[in-house]
């Protein structure tokens, strides 16, 4: 079974400063895909960036982007230039597709306040 | 483009009680989950179908919960009778096909009570 670590449970971070998610995962799976989703105080989850295991080079989004380091099996996030939009919960997901199955497993979240 | 829907967004109810939620998927999307997340902890997935067919369900506690999506659209998961632990916010997604590369919606969330 796979498993996801997110060992920050809270961070903080002033606007227009960077701060980095840590996230480590457990699995035996060559091919799989790696997430990070926020969920603003509102509730609904949105996605934030996505990584495919097979591909080296790491994933950027606008301001976000991750650092993925296949071997250590660790995936972090860079938020760059902190907004307070930002302020949520972040979660770390990794997901084995098999056939039509594509099953997300996820963190316990990291809480992200970005203060002025 | 509307998102995915979902009702009712609160509830309250005494523990043997039953209780169903509704799920109103983004169109055109042929894949929809359920997820349960307990307060602390990140979601995790109930049952996923594509279409009308049940995918996963291999972590739907099958004793108590149950769920359909007759027309392949609609879904509605039902716990009877619901226990304490059962308290959580449970997620509606929907993506359009089942793979990795297809982004899953997430609803806003009904969160119960069992009290």
């Known amino acids: 079974a796979q498993t996801v670590t997110q060992s920050q449970p809270e961070m903080s971070v002033q606007e227009a400063e960077t701060v980095t998610l840590s996230c480590t995962y457990d699995?035996?799976?060559?091919?799989?895909?790696l997430f990070w989703y926020k969920q603003p105080p509102s509730r609904q989850m949105i996605l934030v960036i996505r990584?495919?295991?097979?591909?080296?080079q790491n994933a950027t989004e606008n301001r976000f982007s991750v650092n993925f380091q296949k071997a250590a099996k660790s995936f972090s996030l860079k938020i760059s230039d902190s907004q307070l939009g930002d302020t949520a919960m972040y979660f770390c997901?990794?997901?084995?597709?098999?056939?039509?199955?594509?099953?997300?497993?996820f963190g316990t979240g990291t809480r992200l306040q970005v203060t002025l | 483009e509307a998102g995915v829907a979902q009702s009712p967004r609160y509830k309250i109810i005494e523990k043997r009680q039953s209780v169903a939620f509704w799920c109103n998927p983004i169109?055109?999307?042929?894949?929809l989950y359920w997820y349960q997340q307990i307060l602390g902890q990140g979601p995790k997935l109930l049952i996923q179908?594509?279409?009308?067919?049940?995918?996963?369900d291999s972590q739907l506690p099958k004793d108590r919960f149950s769920a359909e999506r007759l027309k392949g659209v609609d879904s509605t998961l039902k716990i009877q009778p619901a226990k304490l632990e059962d308290s959580a916010v449970y997620l509606c997604?929907?993506?359009?096909?089942?793979?990795?590369?297809?982004?899953?919606?997430f609803g806003p969330g009904t969160r119960l009570t069992v009290l």
């Open positions: 997604a929907s993506s359009l096909d089942p793979f990795p590369t297809d982004t899953q919606y």
């Open positions: 699995t035996s799976e060559s091919n799989y895909y």
């Open positions: 990584q495919e295991a097979y591909k080296q």
């Open positions: 997901a990794f997901m084995r597709h098999t056939g039509t199955a594509s099953k997300l497993t």
């Open positions: 169109s055109g999307h042929a894949t």
């Open positions: 179908f594509q279409n009308n067919g049940v995918v996963d």
